[in-house]
């Protein structure tokens, strides 16, 4: 079967432009799962630094905490078991409460 020139430069100029046009969709894809993955990765790194600070601020404010309740003098009178600590907090909790974000807490006797 006889083509002519005319319809396989057609042919071939067609053959060109879908791979260059294919060629391009791939290095924009590549650059977007590029783009993606540093996006991801930096957005994971502030995700890390915010939990980091959080856990900071919440030490500090258990710690603090802590220090308010070992100089409260009915725990010190208190210290022979933690059924008393327990009950002494939930009398107690809502003027002990400063804002700590802390639902429940309890005091544990080491033994």
Do not use: C
Not at 46 to 68: A, P, R, T
């Amino acid at each position: 079967m006889f083509i002519s020139l005319k319809w396989k430069a057609v042919a071939f100029l067609s053959f060109v432009l879908v791979l260059i046009s294919l060629l391009w969709i791939g290095q924009s894809v590549y650059h977007i799962i590029e783009r993606y993955e540093d996006e991801s990765q930096q957005t994971h790194l502030k995700h890390q630094q915010i939990l980091e600070q959080m856990l900071n601020d919440n030490f500090l404010k258990l710690s603090q905490f802590s220090q308010i309740l070992a100089d409260k003098i009915e725990i010190n009178q208190n210290a022979n078991s933690a059924d008393s600590y327990n009950s002494f907090l939930e009398q107690q909790w809502l003027s002990l409460n400063i804002n700590i974000g802390l639902d429940y807490i309890a005091v544990l006797q080491p033994n």
